[in-house]
């Protein structure tokens, strides 16, 4: 079965709450994309936007999800704004920082979402990955047929979500990511990946080409 063919529930797995609220006719696969250590270099609670480096050949996986008409959405843990690290301005900057940077190589990201808590110092929240808070909150702003998309992370935490959903998931290690990691997302089924751009080609069913 294609993932345009997905446009009903996975057999056996009830609706979220989100999903029971879209319609399944405007229903649209989208890639769920972490955005440290995945999408951009980990440099632990960055704080200024002009430190911000892409991924090797993030653009370009990027790109192709832009080309096959894939809305592109970063999820996004950022629990230095609950440390006091840094504040919901300098993640606003660091936002327009990614998309200026993507929007040079000819990429675009659809919407960003993050969230901003630590149980240890905000309590308990349902938008901390691996909570599908922010999932369902995308799910319900962008009508997505969220078991015929893709989450893309260096963190079994970013895929885990997709077991909600019935979705595929893509483990692409970083320097951050702990062998328990790797053994925990092949142990549920997700597929291991050399590189953010081969997620991607894996992901539309394309060649991998990488950027000059």
């Known amino acids: 079965m294609t993932a345009e063919e997905r446009i009903h529930p996975v057999p056996g797995l009830p609706e979220t ?25 980990d440099k632990n609670y960055l704080k200024d936007p002009a430190q911000i480096t892409l991924v090797p050949h993030a653009a370009n996986a990027v790109r192709a999800f832009n080309y096959a008409l894939v809305p592109v959405i970063i999820v996004s843990n950022q629990s230095g704004i609950a440390r006091g690290l840094l504040t919901e301005q300098d993640y606003s900057a660091q936002r327009a920082r990614i998309d200026d940077l993507l929007e040079e190589r000819s990429a675009f990201v659809d919407d960003h979402y993050h969230c901003p808590h630590h149980p240890d110092i905000t309590g308990p929240c349902e938008c901390r990955k691996p909570g599908i808070g922010m999932f369902e909150r995308a799910i319900l702003e962008h009508q997505i047929d969220a078991a015929a998309s893709f989450f893309i992370g260096d963190k079994l935490r970013d ?54």
Do not use: N
Request: proline fraction near 8%.
């Open 159 to 212: 895929l885990l979500p997709a077991k909600a959903y019935g979705a595929r998931g893509f483990l692409v290690p970083s320097p951050e990511t702990s062998p328990e990691d790797v053994q925990g997302a092949l142990a549920e089924g997700f597929e291991l990946v050399a590189s953010l751009a081969d997620a991607a080609a894996k992901a539309l069913g394309i060649p991998h080409a990488t950027e000059s």
């Open 17 to 41: 709450p989100a999903q029971k609220r879209t319609s399944r006719a405007l229903r649209r696969r989208v890639v769920f994309l972490d955005r440290d250590g995945t999408l951009i270099v």
